[in-house]
């Protein structure tokens, strides 16, 4: 049977790691697994069969057929991107409020105001399934072209049961569609609806929203991985949080919950506690939550573009990982921080968050799979795994992160289970 795809004499090819490890912490993030001269090949499974050195490959696979063949001469491969955060469905850009936070508001001050996620609550509500379809469908796109081959995907704008489904089964539709891989995320829990408070808000998920939700997943009408909630002050409070996340646990799904974003909430004990798979933002994260997250191999996943836009102090990067937290990235991309793109989101995180290149290539590809639950299959190439990479038309693959701009020009190929796509 043919082969789906040979790359071939790649000047390097980065595996990231290639001893099966789940996730890498400070020492592996710093030693990524490059080889130089190589070739890799893509089953027709779409899982990769076969890395080495370009002439034994070459000899090896002599009389085999492939679908497809990449001369990567001069070119670089490295895995595909994993992007471990995103708001992608929504209707009703916020390009006004960008003009206001420039001219002094704060986050908090706009949400108070009615706007910020209730702005686009209301414009979500209104907007029919087929509309929020083609603009998510356009952001995978986007996202795609500048590198992201899996990504989380977080409803969020409804905060009822009516939206919260309608955008879950739009992000399903684009997983059962779309070439590139969806972690879908409920998160229902993102701000307390107007007219609401955070007791009502927190019965109607646990008694009313999480049980339909349930069965729709049991049907297989829908799939979701991971449960979210926006722990902050005005928005959930620590136990209201702590038991939204639970219920989601019991019903199978992954912890992966924003935290101690604008103010030190112990988000990350409480979510060590509970054996989150991971949690984001962290910018006011305290020395005990990053200890707690450690021992629980938690995941932080850090969102440069958030701290960025908002002018916000930047996550404690180095202190997380000097302390072997496992370090992922994201893209946060939502209304208010419009990024689509994990190579500028990884060269904001070596400029302001301090982390060296390989550091960001590992929380952008395996460490961000795990925060995913999915770093069995994806975020490095190894053989088994899926042929999900990118081939760079550079002589290092550094130049991914160093050349912030310009990556449809630089990223040459998108593979995705052994397809050029
Ligand atoms: O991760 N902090 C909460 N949620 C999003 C922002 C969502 C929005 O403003 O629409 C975030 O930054
Ligand atoms: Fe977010």
């Known amino acids: 049977m043919s082969n789906k795809l040979f790359v071939k004499n790649a000047k390097q090819i980065v595996l ?7 996730f890498l912490t400070k020492e592996g993030m710093q030693k990524l697994c490059v080889i130089e001269d190589s070739s890799l090949v893509i089953g027709s ?6 890395i ?6 070459e000899v090896q696979y002599a009389e085999a057929l492939f679908d497809e063949v990449i001369d990567a001469t001069g070119m670089c491969v490295i895995p595909g991107l994993v992007d471990a955060h995103t708001h992608p469905v929504w209707a009703g850009d916020r390009v006004h409020e960008f003009a206001m936070k420039l001219a002094g508001a704060t986050y908090m001050d706009v949400h108070m105001a009615g706007g910020g996620i209730h702005f686009t609550v209301e414009n979500t509500r209104a907007a029919p399934a087929s509309t929020l379809l083609a603009s998510l469908t356009e952001r995978l796109g986007r996202m795609l072209r500048a590198g992201t081959t899996l990504v989380e995907c977080k409803s969020g ?15 399903e539709s684009a997983r059962s569609t779309l070439p590139i891989n969806i972690s879908p995320t409920y998160c229902g829990a993102h701000a307390v609806p107007k007219g609401k408070t955070v007791a009502e808000a927190t019965t109607d998920i646990l008694q009313f929203q999480l049980p339909r939700l349930r069965e729709r997943m049991s049907s297989g009408a829908l799939r979701v991985d991971n449960i979210d909630v926006f722990c902050e002050q005005g928005v959930f409070d620590l136990a209201s949080t702590r038991s939204i996340l639970q219920a989601g646990l019991d019903m199978g799904l992954n912890i992966n919950f924003h935290g101690d974003e604008l103010h030190p909430m112990n988000s990350a004990q409480m979510g060590a506690e509970l054996g989150a798979l ?14 707690a997250m450690a021992t629980a191999k938690t995941a932080a996943v850090l969102l440069p573009t958030t701290a960025y836009i908002l002018r916000l102090p930047q996550p404690r990067a180095r202190d997380m990982l000097q302390a072997g937290v496992i370090v992922a990235l994201g893209s946060d991309f939502n209304p208010n921080a419009y990024c689509c793109s994990m190579p500028l989101v990884m060269h904001l995180a070596c400029v302001n968050m301090k982390m060296s290149m390989p550091e960001a290539l590992a929380a952008a590809t395996i460490n961000a799979a795990y925060a995913l639950g999915c770093s069995h299959t994806h975020g490095s190439l190894e053989v088994n795994k899926h042929g999900d990479l990118l081939v760079l038309n550079a002589p290092r693959w550094e130049h991914l992160i160093y ?8 990223i040459r190929y998108v593979v995705i289970k052994g397809k050029v796509v």
């Open 16 to 22: 990231i790691c290639n001893s099966g490890e789940k």
């Open 45 to 50: 499974d779409g899982l990769i069969k076969d």
């Open 52 to 57: 080495g050195p370009a002439r034994t490959i």
């Open 157 to 171: 704008y409804g905060l009822e049961l009516h939206t919260e489904l309608k955008m879950l089964e739009v992000i």
């Open 278 to 291: 991971a949690i984001s933002h962290l910018e006011e994260v305290t020395d005990e939550g990053i200890a």
């Open 403 to 410: 050349q912030f701009g310009g990556h449809q020009e630089l």
